[in-house]
Structure formats: structure tokens, C-alpha cells
């Protein structure tokens, strides 16, 4: 239904071993990435996911570990035929940064949509996606982001017998259509059930630890978030740079109670994540220290 | 004397086995890198060579695959405390393309000297290098380099004990210092033989094979050339795109004589360049097709 992959997990700079952090989110044929950095183009490629159905990149915001993989990724889906408009979603200034980058990649084949955000919290609709931006707080303009998959109430046959509604207009109204006929006029809201829950994934990196995270969080069935440093003594580094410890972000986990959180955005001085883990999970039991590439299949509950 | 690295063989795209084109030379504590593609930092720290004594970076054109990892490398030099100037050598619109690209990484501890090339040729002497940068065809402004180390003449001390001239000044004759003392005028001319053959690596590549890239191989040490394709039934790819197909680059070095050849920015659709080697060592002989992170150590002539 949803397939997650965070296809790096490195903050600042890319190493052999870890690439920057970036998640990419398949569903319906429509591929969504959240943040670009240098590399992230071969980390794609190394999972073996293809950049072809990329329609939306979103950006937290503009350092280069988050956007430097742009214009080299812009060339490979033109390199791959795509002709199909990309959307990107960013901070105020998408335009200006962009279209900077691309003075290296001039020419591609689709079309760019650019969509600012303009407000601290704003809604996007994009294919199957519901994309949720939020703002974080960082050195510079940031936001953290939740995708989700909504989900339709459960279509009542038993009351749609009972309203003599024809059935060739049962899979319409399972749509969200209205339907006007000379028996009547029919109306999804006469058969399908309340909005059953959906999917969601919510995204959060290079922040302090501030209460809308939890806001945005609250309930995820994974929750994708900054764990910059572990080791002790590091708390008035994440202070000053504007980062989270492991710590914070487990905090964060054990009041919006996602259903896993995924620690990223190691420093590059971090070499073993793991080592952290037991403290981790008495704060929060389902916390986990992903490596690049791991990747999670989400689907609806059994109802 | 001189170390060489060509740090990725592909062109195009990074891969996840192959890092985009790129060379990096070392001398006398200085490091100087020929092109800058996405990943050409992480290729640089998985050969094991510090980035920080980059003092040079030359690029030979502004397409994404030779100039997108530029603000990911520069920000990494700031990370490791570099404060001493960079110089950017590379064709007009340096200062306006990397200026545009800075947008992502604005903030740095030291200064950025620009060295936009004015001329069909040109000599730059920088640090223990003489660069010299010439105009090559390819759809956009391109130029090849030449790296050299040039070696002084032999001292004749011979000579030095016949003219009288005092031990104390042999040193600073030696180091190309002219000397007034109450004994008489000395000038390095009087004791010091002809320059001697030095050192030179030819770097070339996306380009048509235009007779000046002969002029400047001729003799070099190590020739690296672009070899974009193998395959038969590529010379309409290679005139279209304005690249060289591997045979071409061979013959090139056929008539400028090089000590070794080295191929490189191979298509994304070439799996083994190896394959073309017995063909193309029936062109000129000593032909090598790299891998990533081949390193070669050249020391003067013993004379």
C-alpha cells in the first residue's frame, strides 16, 4: 500500500558508508522523496527503486546535505525519458535556490511545479498523497513534513439494498461520486461509513525539539526523525547547531506514540547508532537505528 | 613527486559502482582536483585522500556531472577547519556558476580566489603546478589541462668553485636567487645547467578529438582521456553529443605519444571498458581503461 525507504541516514556530509538522509515513499505508481542531498541519486539507484515515477520532491529546507543531489537527479529522470511534470514543495525560496542549482542542468524534458509553502502549516493533495508541511526549528527555515495515505469509510451494501440505489451505480459512489439519475440523485455520504484510518509517515530532521513535531507525529505508523548525536556531553552541541539528541527525539516518540520511530541524520562521528539502543528504548520501546536502504511495507489495517 | 588519482571513471551519472570523472593531483603538500561531479567527495575519502590540502580546483566545463559536487566539497573543507584560499580555475561564467551554486552553501571560513580563463590558452602557476588550460569542443565551453612540474636544471658546482663563488650562495643560487655581495654579482644563469624534463599529466575529456589535445599530450607522462564509448556503431553518438569514442582518444595518443594512456568517462551503458583493450592497444599501445581510485606516483627522470 505504502513502501517506505530511507535511503541514507548521514547528516552534514555523505561517507562511503552512509549516504544523506532521504526518505522515498511509493504508492500507487507515484513515487514521493523527501530531501535530495549529494548522492542521493545512487543510494536510489544501489535499493534498486527507480527515479523514473518520482512526481513530488519535498525539502525541509535549503543546506546543502538536503538539496545538493538535485540538479544531478533532475538530469537522470530527463536521462530516463520522463516528461511528466515533477512538484517540488519547499520553504520560502524553492524558486530562488532552485533555480540556482539548475544553472548546472538547464535543460530537461518535464516541466517543474513549484508549490512554497507560505504558511507555518499547510496541506498539499498530490497523487495518492496527502503531504502535511510543518514548521520546525532550525538555523535556517525548515520544515518537517507527514505523508499519508487517506482511507475511505467501509461502502454499506445492506444500506444501499434498503435505498433501492441500482447497482450499477454501487462502484461510482464507492468513488466519490455524486450521481443524478431519473430515480433519484445518489450521494457517497447515503452508503460509505465514517473515514477509516489511514496511513502515515511523518518526517521530521535538522530541529530542535519543538511541540508541533508531537503534533504531527501523534499516532504515525512510523515516525522518521533527527537523532544527531548520542554520546554524552553532546546536548549543548544539538543546543547550538540547532539539532536533536537521540534522546530528545525518543522523547518526542513516547508523547505522540507513533507505532516505530526511526532514528537518522547520524553525525558523521557517530559510527555505531546501535550502541545507543538500550538506553533508547526505555524511553521509547520501538525505537529503531535504521541503516541506509531499510525500507517498510505500510499497509491498512485489517478492517 | 607527483601523485595522481583519478578518483571516478564515469560520465554522465554516478553509479553505484563507478564515481563520476574526476582527478586529483598531489605535490609537495599541495592538492590540486581537476572536476567535481555529485560524489566526488566520498570517492575522495574512500581512496583515503584528505580533501583538505585542496588548494587548486580546476574545471574543464559547467555540465552537472564535472561541477555538482562542488558545494558539498567546499563545505566539507570548512568542516575540516581548511582556512587557507581556494582557487577555482575554469571557463567563463566561473564566478556566475559557482556563485549560484553557493546558494546551498554560503557560509564559509575562507576565501574562494576565482581564475576565470580569458584565453583559447592559458598558463596558470600555482603552488609547486604550472597549469596550462586550452580550448576543447564540446556543446558547451570546455577546456583540457595540462599539469606540470617542471624541473630546474642540474647545479655545477664544478662551475661555482671556478667562478669563486662563495659555499654560502650555492643554496640560494640553487633555489633561483641572484646574489650582490662585496665579492661580485651572482646569478643562477652562471651555475645552473638547462631545465631538465620535468613532469606532465595531460587531463582531457568531453570533447571531440581536436588537434590541440595532441599539442598538449605530446610526451606527457600520463595522458587521461575521455573514452565515453566502445562499442561499435557509437562514432554517430560520440560526433553527436560531442564526446570521443575510446579509438579515438587511442589514436590521439598514437601521435602525441604519451608514457601511458589512461581512459575514462565511460558511458553509464559500458559495464566493462576492458573489453576494447586488445583493439585499442593495436592503436597505441600502452593503454590502460582505470578503474575508480587508480593512483599512480610519478618521479623525475634519473639524470
Known amino acids: 500500500m505504502l513502501d517506505i525507504c530511507l535511503l541514507g541516514t548521514g547528516g552534514m556530509m555523505p561517507l562511503p558508508y552512509r549516504w544523506l538522509t532521504s526518505m522515498m515513499a511509493r504508492c500507487k505508481g507515484s513515487n514521493l522523496l523527501i530531501d535530495c542531498g549529494e548522492g542521493t541519486q545512487i543510494a536510489l539507484s544501489q535499493k534498486g527503486w527507480s527515479p523514473r515515477p518520482i ?6 529546507h535549503y543546506h546543502a546535505d538536503h538539496i545538493g ?3 544531478g537527479l533532475l538530469l537522470t529522470l530527463g536521462n530516463a525519458q520522463r516528461i511528466e511534470p515533477v512538484t517540488l514543495i519547499g520553504p520560502k ?9 539548475r544553472s548546472i542542468a538547464p535543460e530537461l524534458p518535464f516541466e517543474i511545479v513549484y508549490k512554497e509553502i507560505e504558511e507555518k502549516e499547510e496541506v498539499f493533495y ?13 538555523r535556517i527555515l525548515c520544515y518537517g513534513y507527514t505523508i499519508s495515505i487517506p482511507r475511505k469509510g467501509r461502502f454499506n451494501a445492506l444500506k444501499a439494498k434498503e435505498l433501492n440505489i441500482p447497482l450499477k451505480f454501487w462502484n461510482k459512489l464507492q468513488n466519490g461520486e455524486s450521481i443524478e439519475d431519473i430515480s433519484g440523485i445518489y450521494t457517497p455520504d447515503m452508503v460509505m461509513g465514517p473515514e477509516r484510518r489511514g496511513l502515515k509517515v511523518c518526517y521530521c530532521t535538522d530541529t530542535r525539539p519543538v511541540p508541533v513535531i508531537e503534533k504531527y507525529a501523534q499516532g504515525a505508523d512510523l515516525f522518521i526523525c533527527e537523532g544527531m548525536y548520542g554520546e554524552d556531553g553532546k546536548e549543548e552541541n544539538a543546543r547550538e547547531h540547532k539539532h536533536m539528541t537521540m534522546y530528545e527525539a525518543a522523547e518526542i516518540a513516547k508523547k505522540a506514540q507513533p507505532k516505530m520511530l526511526w532514528l537518522t541524520h547520524y553525525s558523521p562521528s ?3 547508532p546501535d550502541e545507543y539502543l538500550d538506553d533508547l528504548r526505555k524511553i521509547f520501546p520501538y525505537t ?10 505500510l499497509g491498512f489495517d485489517d478492517e
Chains 1, 2 share one sequence.
Open 93 to 101: 525560496g524553492l524558486c530562488r535556490v532552485v533555480g540556482a542549482l
Open 288 to 297: 529503531k537505528t535504521p541503516r541506509d536502504g531499510w525500507s517498510l511495507e
Open 126 to 138: 498530490i497523487g495518492p498523497y496527502k503531504i502535511e508541511a510543518f514548521k520546525v526549528e532550525h
Open 69 to 71: 543531489g538535485l540538479p
Open 55 to 60: 512526481d513530488v520532491i519535498c525539502f525541509t
Open 270 to 272: 557517530m559510527n555505531k
